[in-house]
């Protein structure tokens, strides 16, 4: 078993081993900040601080029979006991978030994140009903508002997709572009109706342009940045020539958006087709916002 699902069931056994959707992600949220290296990063969501990797890795050991569930509540009674194979200091995370916040009830859990992480409330629908003015001006203060056009390239390579949406929330991004020919990925998050459920969430949309991708058979063999300029420049004078009017669509999405991000998977976007898209997009005499690789 994964350490970090090893982590999630002796956190809620910790806890009493019956809790709520709700009250694992808040405690598991606290729990981590605790945590020199984070085995959860989590994102602002409907109900605040949201873990998209944990409620995963729950659904998933609920399918494999490692946890039960009943009314609505994850039921980890019986499982193995995990909490004396974590390291130390993960098992002092456990520990300390029990000894402060074992009797909290829900709301007071949902109070104590959005009051002392503002953050991740920006998404929030019931910070309103949560905090007072005071805090909820803090929480307003933290969201992003850009009025100048801006383009991004962005791939999920390396990354959790947490951090992967933080990075297109706090560039104020507000379109995603999927420029894959097949947007299916075996990392958890990033195949298309994933994606796209995981944008919406966080209030960006997400559209889906197969005609400028390039098909992974073609991919799949490279080795270095000499093989990748040789299937480049073929794009560029396949593709990308062929498919001129996608290039025109993404400036009109841009005219109407002021902030969109093309992806794909590649880190580094010189080893990525979405830098050959960028290039020709800035080349185009209607082009003339800055480009950034996330």
């Not at 805090?135 to 801006?150: C, F, P, V």
Request: with cysteine; hydrophobic share 35%; aromatic share 12%.
């Amino acid at each position: 078993m994964y350490y970090r699902r090893k982590y999630l069931i002796a956190l809620g056994q910790y806890f009493g081993s019956h809790l709520d959707n709700l009250r694992l992600q808040k405690l598991l949220f606290i729990a981590t900040r605790r945590q020199e290296k984070k085995l959860f990063d989590f994102v602002p969501y409907k109900y605040g601080c949201f873990s998209f990797q944990a409620n995963q890795d729950m659904s998933t050991m609920f399918k494999r029979h490692f946890i039960g569930k009943s009314d609505e509540n994850w039921d980890l009674s019986n499982s193995q006991k995990y909490y004396n194979e974590l390291k130390r200091e993960d098992q002092a995370s456990i520990v300390s978030t029990y000894n402060e916040f074992k009797d909290y009830t829900n709301d007071e859990l949902i109070k104590f994140t959005y009051e002392n992480y503002p953050y991740f409330a920006i998404n929030s629908k019931i910070a309103h009903k949560v905090v007072d003015s005071k805090h909820l001006e803090k929480i307003t203060r933290q969201k992003r508002i850009y009025s100048e056009q801006s383009f991004f390239t962005i791939g999920y390579e390396g990354i959790s997709l947490e951090r992967y949406l933080n990075k297109l929330i706090i560039n104020g991004v507000e379109l995603l572009v999927d420029v894959r020919k097949n947007p299916q990925s075996m990392k958890y998050g990033f195949s298309k109706n994933q994606l796209k459920k995981a944008v919406d969430g966080v209030g960006i949309q997400y559209l889906h342009i197969p005609d400028l991708g390039i098909e992974s058979s073609e991919r799949k063999t490279l080795t270095n940045l000499k093989e990748y300029r040789i299937l480049f420049e073929k794009y560029r004078k396949t593709t990308l020539k062929e498919n001129a009017n996608q290039l025109d669509e993404l400036i009109k999405l841009l005219d109407n958006h002021g902030r969109i991000a093309i992806t794909c998977f590649e880190k580094e976007v010189c080893m990525c087709h979405r830098g050959e898209i960028a290039k020709a997009l800035k080349r185009k005499k209607a082009w003339s916002a800055p480009i950034k690789n996330l």
